[in-house]
């Protein structure tokens, strides 16, 4: 699974131009689907039929976001350096010295304003980008293009670490799983790879109203309380994919919350339960689309999220694997 | 003198009381669309078909909303509270004339003359609670105004600059709605042209939710005027568009990431046809195409703008051949667009 987790973390797709990465995941889908079609905002759907001589299946959405956070470019000063905006959620402590990459390659070393207070953290405003240019003129890059962190994967035993593994393991995990169903699923799935989750849950949005699911279910990372001075949080890494129960933007269906434990104790699946403090994830767009469904997410532990060094355990990747193909191979009645 | 920027940004029509500047573009429009109606919350929908070449409906929208304010209360001593309806800097307010209700009775924003005040409160800021319009009334009843009645700044348009510049009240978003009525009155387009002219984008871009809705539009293009911020400067910081550079391009705002090959269409058909235009700089604000964007099932967006000066005052300034570039800019772009541009596979 190495393989396929190291081809996507390390490809190019901040929020809002995912075409690369998208491109990468269509054909790894396509072999395990009915059909793959991409909706207006881009988000890339591949629909598995449920078997034959089923009556009214139920429909059930499955979102992984293949968006990363990144940044854009502001403004080019008369020296050529670039200062920039965020895409979705960067915190400023991340930034300096670190590396970022434009879609056409070009590598960009963040820097930043002089600090005179070593006790403050500088606001995003006072770093800047170097791609190596003198001036206006010879600057390689134009406002408002966009670009990623740059960091290469590296797997540490069980430990795996790269940049947007937020949300590229739960694209993997919906891979994996399309690879592992067995072919006569009861349920219409609509595997949706989405865009836009990290600016605020965009493409699930619309996604959803085009697919109006009955049941939805996000696959996306969740934070956890086991380093040290962490916000308590009852979550941690290598103790199996979680069951998310609340977040700040959705509380998941109870029923849907029931059946996700029986599952995991039915095939062994080690799990544990999640409440988050901050944050959301797709379910809640699901949740809220349209008519409404029943929604939930299986999540994936993950230290250092939303920095270029964010950290999931290859078991619980596995266990979130297992977890999904449980679930959707059995009846859904909630 | 543009009679179509001076018309338009001297109607009335603050946000959730558009109805004079609606039937003021009803009018303006009606000889050269196929159909127009007002939807449930007041917005103008407009169909100019297409001459067959494509199947396809491109939704083009500009807000016909300004901001304002409300009255909330009126005294015994005829005196007017009110709130804003739409964002305010609060400095901005006070002195300014203003015109009240559907009757537009005149009135004034009052402020303590200058020579009343101790040094304490010169250097405080009036908030708009403290605030009160003064109609030259001495009782409620002589106001003549209801609580629930709108308030609109009187700014008349005016030519600056041997004609390139204008100042005028509402340049947000009339300037946008001038542009869009000048597109429905030039030659059709190979596809159905759906305009509308939205309500209530000041308060939250909620007119444009259920017109996009309801347009099952295949890409849509949205008019603006954007602030510029290009006064001077001493940093190489980072300034926002500049009057008298073109037509602004929006890549990304706090509620939209565009459609990138919208946007690269709008910048090839500027560059191929010579026509100015810049890139606004990412970051905050928002427009309508956040809320068109997530109609439905999703639509392909991207946003022109007019960069103007002085945005959310009684007064704001655009320069004309800005306004020209995006009215030029907007109709080659879309004579140009394809099925292919926004065709997924």
């Known amino acids: 699974m190495n393989d396929l987790i190291r081809m996507l973390v390390e490809a190019y797709g901040p929020s809002g131009f995912e075409d690369g990465i998208r491109e990468i995941i269509r054909p790894l889908v396509e072999p395990h689907v009915d059909e793959v079609r991409v909706d207006a905002m881009g988000n890339l759907i591949a629909f598995k039929r449920a078997a034959g001589g089923q009556a009214n299946p139920h429909k059930v959405m499955i979102a992984a976001h293949m968006d990363e956070i990144g940044v854009m470019v502001s403004h080019i000063t008369e020296k050529g350096f670039l200062r920039f905006t965020n895409i979705g959620g960067v915190f400023s402590h991340t930034l300096m010295g670190g590396r970022v990459r434009f879609e056409d390659g070009t590598l960009g070393v963040i820097g930043s304003d002089r600090i005179d207070d070593r006790s403050a953290i500088h606001p995003l405003s006072k770093h800047f980008i170097d791609v190596g240019a003198t001036s206006r003129e010879d600057c390689p890059v134009r406002v408002g293009q966009a670009a990623n962190f740059d960091r290469p994967f590296e797997a540490r035993g069980r430990h795996l670490t790269a940049k947007s593994m937020d949300d590229r393991i739960g694209c993997v995990v919906a891979i994996e799983a399309l690879r592992h169903l067995p072919a006569d699923i009861a349920h219409d799935l609509y595997f949706v790879f989405s865009v836009q989750e990290e600016v605020g849950t965009r493409g699930a949005e619309v996604a959803a109203n085009g697919i109006m699911p009955d049941v939805s279910i996000a696959l996306d990372v969740t934070l956890t309380g086991d380093v040290p001075e962490a916000r308590p949080m009852d979550v941690s890494l290598g103790s199996g994919p979680a069951i998310k129960v609340k977040d700040s933007g959705m509380i998941s269906h109870p029923g849907l919350v029931r059946l996700m434990r029986r599952r995991a104790e039915e095939a062994g699946i080690t799990y544990q339960m999640e409440v988050l403090d901050g944050g959301s994830t797709d379910a809640r767009a699901m949740q809220l689309a349209g008519p409404g469904s029943v929604a939930g997410c299986i999540s994936i532990p993950c230290r250092y999220v939303h920095s270029p060094s964010e950290t999931v355990d290859a078991e619980d990747v596995a266990g979130a694997v297992a977890l999904l193909v449980a679930l959707l191979t059995g009846d859904m009645e909630l | ?345």
Not at chain 2, 208 to 218: L, P
Not at chain 2, 221 to 243: F, G, I, R
Not at chain 2, 285 to 295: F, P, V
């Open chain 2, 1 to 345: 003198m543009n009679e179509l920027l001076k018309q338009l940004t001297e109607a009335v029509g603050v946000s959730g009381a558009e109805k004079e500047v609606r039937l003021l573009i009803r009018d303006l429009i009606a000889d050269h669309v196929d159909e127009w109606s007002v939807d449930s919350m007041g917005n103008l929908l407009a169909t100019r078909r297409g001459t067959g070449q494509y199947d396809m409906r491109i939704l083009v929208d500009a807000h016909m909303d300004e901001v304002g304010l409300l009255i909330t209360d009126i005294d015994s001593g005829g005196m007017l509270s009110f709130v804003g309806a739409g964002g305010f800097d609060d400095r901005a307010l006070l002195g300014k004339v203003v015109q009240v209700g559907p009757d537009k009775i005149t009135g004034v924003i009052g402020a303590r003359a200058v020579h009343l005040l101790s040094n304490n409160e010169y250097s405080r800021t009036v908030r708009t609670d403290a605030m009160r319009i003064d109609v030259g009334a001495k009782s409620e009843a002589a106001a003549k105004v209801k609580i629930g009645d709108y308030a609109a700044f009187v700014t008349e348009y005016e030519e600056l600059d041997g004609g390139r510049t204008a100042i005028g009240k509402a340049f947000d978003n009339r300037a946008g709605c001038a542009a869009l009525v000048e597109l429905l009155r030039g030659e059709r387009y190979p596809f159905d042209l759906i305009a509308s002219f939205t309500v209530q984008e000041e308060v939250g871009l909620r007119g444009a939710e259920v017109a996009a809705y309801n347009a099952k539009a295949d890409a849509a293009l949205v008019l603006e005027c954007t602030p510029a911020y290009d006064l001077p400067n001493e940093k190489d910081a980072s300034p926002n568009v500049a009057l008298g550079k073109g037509a602004s391009v929006y890549v990304m705002d706090s509620r939209t990431i565009q459609d990138p090959r919208l946007v690269a269409h709008l910048m090839a058909t500027g560059d191929a046809r010579g026509i100015r235009y810049q890139v606004r700089q990412p970051g905050g604000g928002g427009t309508n195409t956040g809320a068109i964007q997530r109609a439905g099932a999703g639509i392909p967006v991207a946003t022109l703008a007019v960069p103007g000066r002085y945005a959310h005052t009684p007064t704001m300034m655009i320069s004309l051949d800005d306004y020209e570039s995006v009215v030029r800019l907007a109709d080659a772009a879309l004579r140009s667009l394809t099925p292919e541009i926004i065709r997924r596979r």
